[in-house]
Nanobody, 120 residues
């Protein structure tokens, strides 16, 4: 069964950095559009970054210039490097995989999330 497992979350001060990882049980990283979503309590889920298997990544305006999405196909890991973190980045972060980036908002697979907390 396909599984996505996130890790790397934690508590940091504003201005700090974290790197999130998403490990796939199958070879989704190589062939699927993959990305990261986040959701804070009481708020809508927000797309953070996405990366098709064949092209360049895209980012939400709120994280552009601070976050970097990357993938290691051999290790089947998707990463999200987060720099210059702000309190508004506090959320549960989810890894997702879809056969097309146009449908990433309703992905084929979800992870269970990793919590990121940024203090002022």
């Amino acid at each position: 069964q396909v599984q996505l497992v996130e890790s790397g979350g934690g508590s940091v001060q504003a201005g700090g950095s974290l790197r999130l990882s998403c490990v796939a049980s199958e070879n989704l990283v190589s062939w699927y559009c993959m990305g990261w979503f986040r959701q804070a309590p009481g708020k809508e889920r927000e797309g953070v970054a996405s990366m098709p298997y064949y092209s360049t990544p895209t980012y939400a305006d709120s994280v552009k210039g601070r976050f970097t999405i990357s993938r290691d196909n051999a290790k089947k890991i998707l990463y999200l490097q987060m720099n210059s973190l702000k309190p508004e980045d506090t959320a549960m972060y989810y890894c997702a995989a879809s056969r097309a980036c146009s449908s990433l908002s309703t992905p084929d697979y979800w992870g269970q999330g990793t919590q990121v907390t940024v203090s002022s």
